[in-house]
Every structure is written in C-alpha cells, then in structure tokens.
T-cell receptor, first 110, second 115 residues
C-alpha cells in the first residue's frame, strides 16, 4: 500500500517562530489532508489539498503532486499550535481509505 | 456548526463485555469511516460505509467486531467480546465528496479501556 513519511518527528519552537512540516508519499493520490491533533485528542481538519496551495490565517499548505510531497507552513506560532500534525492520503488505488503518517509532534513554548 | 458526534466519549469495561460505540455523521455526508488509534499502530482504518452499505471492512477483526449503519444518521461499532488489546481511541469520520475523493471530518473519538 501507499507509504506516508512525515518529518521532522519532533519540533520544539519558541512562540512567534515559523516552521515547515513535510509529508512525502510513495504513490499518486486522490486526497491529501492535514490534521492537527490537539492535546485533548481531537483531530481537526486543517487542509484538504491533493494539489496546489491553500492558506488559512497563519497556516498554509502546498502539495506538489508530481513530486509526491506536501508542506505545511505555520507562521508566528502560538502555544495553542502545540500538538501532533498528521498528513493523511488516499492513494489512487486505495478506495477511500486514508493512510496516515506517523505525525510531527510540535511543542510551542511561551 | 456541523460536526460529527460520538458517544460515549469514554468507556471502561471488563474483558468479555460487549461494547457499543455510536456515531452521528454530518448531515448530508453519505460516507462514514471508523478508525482506531493506538500508540503502537497509529491511526488505522477499520471499516467504511457509503450510502449505508459496507464497502471495506478489511481492517476489522471479523470474529469480534461488527459495524452497521441502521440509518443515515447513525453508525455503530460493536465489540463482542471485548479484550484488553482493544483498548484504543475509536474515531468516526464522515466524508464529503470533493472531485475524486472524500474530505473526511473526524468526531471527538471514544476512548475505550478494557481491563
């Protein structure tokens, strides 16, 4: 099946810093989503982005489908950005099954 | 504010007992997914339904797990009998069709502990 790799696995920032999270995937995709799992365990949709670029406030994401990677940018980070960021994809032969990466654990210190 | 709802949020039970988890998808979403999250395996798909019909339950242990969608507003996941290795967070997600795929929205999860 499709493989999803996220980097870095852990990231510690000071409040106000910027960061870039990366997601590599091994095959063509029909769907790519970024999620934030907050410290209470809730999975929050950030972006649906199988290709192209989107922005939402301090967050933006870019997927280059032909090169099989996606980037999530967090600018002016806040302590509430802490948690785990997951990239998840649906491969073209995977039906509708989301395959998740292992996540990036982000800690933003005040 | 449309959201996926799940009940119960927490469940502690003894080995051998039946566990039923419920999910109400977002109104208008015709696809429902069940995922399980553990420290060892991460997030993995158990089963999913479209228009209430099961499409893929290959991730689900068939001998003890069952998933149904009795109507468009309710999906259930049952474990009978439960075992300690079933301890995990179970997420339901509902899907909105976007071009070739479904954008999935997750509920808050049911944290199951089997002792």
């Amino acid at each position: 099946g499709i493989q999803v790799e996220q980097s870095p696995p852990d990231l510690i920032l000071q409040e106000g810093a910027n960061s870039t999270l990366r997601c590599n995937f091994s095959d063509s995709v029909n769907n790519l989503q970024w999620f934030h799992q907050n410290p209470w365990g809730q999975l929050i949709n950030l972006f649906y982005i199988p290709s192209g670029t989107k922005q939402n406030g301090r967050l933006s994401a870019t997927t280059v489908a032909t090169e099989r990677y996606s980037l999530l940018y967090i600018s002016s980070s806040q302590t509430t950005d802490s948690g785990v960021y997951f990239c998840a994809v649906v491969g073209e032969t995977s039906g509708s099954r989301l395959t998740f990466g292992e996540g990036t654990q982000l800690t933003v210190n005040p | 504010d449309a959201r996926v709802t799940q009940t119960p949020r927490h469940k502690v039970t003894e080995m051998g007992q039946e566990v039923t988890m419920r999910c109400q998808p977002i109104l208008g979403h015709n696809t429902v997914f069940w995922y399980r999250q553990t420290m060892m395996q991460g997030l993995e798909l158990l089963a999913y339904f479209r228009n209430r019909a099961p499409l893929d339950d290959s991730g689900m242990p068939k001998d003890r797990f069952s998933a149904e969608m009795p109507d468009a507003t309710l999906a259930t996941l049952k474990i009978q009998p439960s075992e300690p290795r079933d301890s995990a967070v179970y997420f339901c997600a509902s899907g909105l069709r976007v071009t070739r795929a479904y954008e999935q929205y997750f509920g808050p999860g049911t944290r199951l502990t089997v002792t």
